[in-house]
């Protein structure tokens, strides 16, 4: 078995694009969540809450031709992954193009926009809107295909489009693809971007935050006085790398991924299940060949839904017991979906080689209904700590858990 090691990370987020804006942000407890007035033209959307990115943009380098297959995901991921590629020492490196770097990349579908132009079509049987790329802009895999084609990857392309575990999925597709030998080097992540049919998706389930007067005040994962989530965007990618691969370049190691877990429910497409969630993160403690005690920090799904929460932190509490310090960063982000498995892996290395974690903004007093855990409120929690877990669950009852370990 190979050991794999994280060598690059790049962020586009609410909060900022690199991890001084970004961690300034936490300790400042600010949110990325606005009021979205332009959804007022939608009289049946009860929320009207999310976490846009409002300055995002490509660098001029990017040329029209690369850009006419990108919808905003898709040029959220690869200006992700570049930063990443950039930070791993790798751009223009002849690994990428030797079939020996893929991508293992997801979000949960493809850009709306593309979506709307093949609506027309139907609706009104008019193809003027349809172009060459239309369908590349649309399709699932639209990420990891533009990221492979933009740096001329060769090697495996993994889809994982998973909705809210598309990021973690992919990070643990990645480290599996290099733990048994089959690549040296992946792109791992996800990627999202805003529309109101995502807000409508939880809007339906009566599933998202309508505190729609206070902002700042929403979402308030595992509070008693939560109400439900609020969507987001923005993309994470990690270059996940062998280790004798990384070291023999002499290559910054982040941290090493040492451990993934992921199964499914199989039983309720939207109720996730306590039982099968505490299983996959006993899968990723198996997989690290640890014990629970040895983990010293949980970043949480933490969506603020009612039932999401409760199902998370009982199965977290039955395997950690409450002295292991756990929050989520969807009080400052709000739910990036596709997204939030890469970003708060990103923050959570961070933090790790820093040895400090951010509290859940907006978590004030626990619900008593959740699970008996070391919850962080109010200001950051200092630690020292060798091994970190990040836990995140999909609809579908997909859960995925990925353990983490600090590189000395």
Not at 161 to 189: F, H, L, P, R, W
Not at 248 to 266: C, F, H, P, Q, W
Not at 343 to 369: C, K, Q, R, S
């Amino acid at each position: 078995m190979k050991r794999v090691a994280v060598t690059g990370m790049g962020v586009v987020t609410s909060l900022g694009d690199d991890w001084d804006t970004f961690s300034r942000g936490l300790r400042e407890g600010r949110s990325g969540i606005q009021v979205m007035s332009e959804w007022d033209c939608y009289p049946d959307l009860n929320t009207r809450l999310a976490g846009p990115i409002p300055d995002f943009a490509v660098p001029d380098h990017y040329t029209r031709k690369q850009l006419r297959s990108m919808g905003r995901l898709a040029q959220m991921a690869t200006r992700a992954t570049e930063v990443a590629i950039i930070d791993a020492g790798l751009l223009g490196a002849p690994v990428l193009s030797s079939g020996d770097m893929g991508v293992a990349y997801g979000s949960s579908y493809g850009s709306v926009e593309a979506v709307l132009d093949f609506v027309e079509m139907l609706e009104h049987q008019s193809m003027s809107r349809l172009t060459a790329t239309t369908y590349i802009r649309m399709m699932g895999h639209t990420a990891p295909v533009n990221v492979g084609v933009f740096f001329g990857l060769k090697g495996r392309i993994i889809t994982t489009s998973s909705a809210c575990t598309a990021g973690s999925q992919g990070i643990g597709s990645a480290y599996e693809v290099i733990k048994y030998g089959k690549q040296k080097v992946m792109v791992a992540g996800g990627s999202e971007e805003l529309s109101p049919a995502g807000a409508a998706i939880f809007d339906t389930l009566y599933a998202t935050s309508t505190k729609n007067d206070t902002p700042d005040l929403t979402p308030r994962p595992f509070d008693q006085d939560r109400d439900g989530l609020v969507i987001g965007e923005g993309a994470g990618s990690l270059i996940l790398e062998e280790m004798s691969h990384a070291t023999e370049r002499g290559a910054k190691i982040y941290a090493e991924l040492v451990g993934y877990g992921t199964n499914s429910d199989g039983g309720h497409v939207t109720q996730p299940n306590a039982e099968t969630m505490g299983v996959a993160m006993a899968l990723a403690l198996e997989d690290a060949a640890i014990t629970p005690d040895a983990v010293g920090y949980i970043s949480a799904h933490g969506t603020a839904t009612d039932r999401g929460d409760l199902a998370e932190s009982i199965a977290t509490a039955k395997l950690f017991g409450n002295k292991t310090p756990f929050s989520t960063l969807k009080g400052n982000l709000g739910h990036t979906l596709g997204a939030c498995g890469a970003v708060e892996a990103w923050a959570t290395i961070h933090m790790m080689n820093e040895g400090w974690f951010a509290p859940t903004l907006n978590l004030d007093t626990p619900d008593a209904a959740c699970g008996d855990l070391e919850y962080i409120i109010g200001s950051e929690h200092r630690a020292d700590c060798e091994y970190v877990v990040t836990n995140n669950f999909a609809f579908g009852g997909i859960n995925t858990s990925l353990v983490f370990k600090r590189f000395e």
